[in-house]
């Protein structure tokens, strides 16, 4: 069974770090993109970022460059997403996905975790 469980979210201060994980199982492969969404009360999904399977092709969302970045460990089938000098408007439900190329779109991925739930506020 194909499986996505994300984890690390939490409250946070503004200016605050936290780090996300996304740990895939039952895929036999690792030959797929993961992507990093975010979705605010009220607003439509969006993306934050994705990572090619081997990590040759990376995208930021132009509202996180600078301040997040994402890796994956392939050996733990797991996907990370360091967020760093968070801000309000970071806050939301952070979903991983993992689909074949790696786009800011939603339709492009097929399988998605849970979400976790990341809140910066003073």
């Known amino acids: 069974q194909l499986q996505l469980v994300e984890s690390g979210g939490g409250l946070m201060q503004p200016g605050g770090s936290l780090r996300l994980s996304c740990l895939a199982s039952?895929?036999?492969?690792?030959?797929?993109?993961i992507a990093w969404f975010r979705q605010a009360p009220g607003k439509e999904r969006e993306g934050v970022s994705c990572?090619?399977?081997?990590?040759?092709?990376?995208h930021f969302a132009d509202s996180v460059k600078g301040r997040f970045t994402i890796s994956r460990d392939n050996a733990k089938n797991t996907a990370y997403l360091q967020m760093n000098s968070l801000k309000p408007e970071d806050t939301g439900v952070y979903y991983c996905?993992?689909?074949?190329?790696?786009?800011?779109?939603?339709?492009?991925?097929?399988?998605w975790g849970q979400g976790t739930q990341v809140t910066v506020s003073s």
């Open positions: 996905a993992v689909g074949l190329s790696c786009t800011m779109i939603p339709a492009a991925y097929d399988y």
């Open positions: 039952g895929f036999t492969r690792d030959n797929y993109v």
């Open positions: 990572i090619s399977s081997r990590g040759g092709t990376i």
